[in-house]
């Protein structure tokens, strides 16, 4: 089982820029992928990026492909959800999560992956 402890939100203008941070613990062997969802107030958890632990399989979700980024930092154990040109539709809490490595729709949805981060609250000011 991994551990997720995720770091990093908060308010932020909107045109803005925000990082968030997971560091993993446990077994962060490279059989393990990790996600990025956010939920707003009333909505569905939603997903936004995926990677394997070993940087390969990188996918992010079309509403934010032009938007966000994430990357692994292996030798820290460490994911991250780069965000730029924030909008106040991205308010929301933000959730690490991470699963056995999978491929296809699976690894978009919530229930492909086993833990989750404590989740974070970006806010965007209009």
């Known amino acids: 089982q991994v551990q997720l402890v995720q770091s990093g939100g908060g308010l932020v203008q909107a045109g803005g820029s925000l990082t968030l941070s997971c560091a993993a613990s446990?077994?962060?062997?490279?059989?393990?992928?990790v996600a990025w969802f956010r939920q707003s107030q009333g909505a569905e958890r939603e997903f936004l990026a995926r990677?394997?632990?070993?940087?390969?399989?990188?996918f992010v979700a079309d509403h934010v492909k032009d938007r966000f980024t994430v990357s692994t930092d292996n030798a820290k154990a460490m994911v991250y959800l780069q965000m730029s040109s924030l909008k106040p539709e991205d308010t929301a809490v933000y959730y690490c999560?991470?699963?056995?490595?999978?491929?296809?729709?699976?690894?978009?949805?919530?229930?492909?992956?086993?833990?989750w981060g404590q989740g974070t609250l970006v806010t965007v000011s209009s």
């Open positions: 999560a991470a699963g056995v490595r999978a491929v296809g729709q699976i690894t978009r949805v919530a229930r492909g992956y086993s833990s």
């Open positions: 990677v394997n632990w070993d940087g390969s399989g990188t």
């Open positions: 446990g077994r962060t062997a490279s059989r393990y992928m």
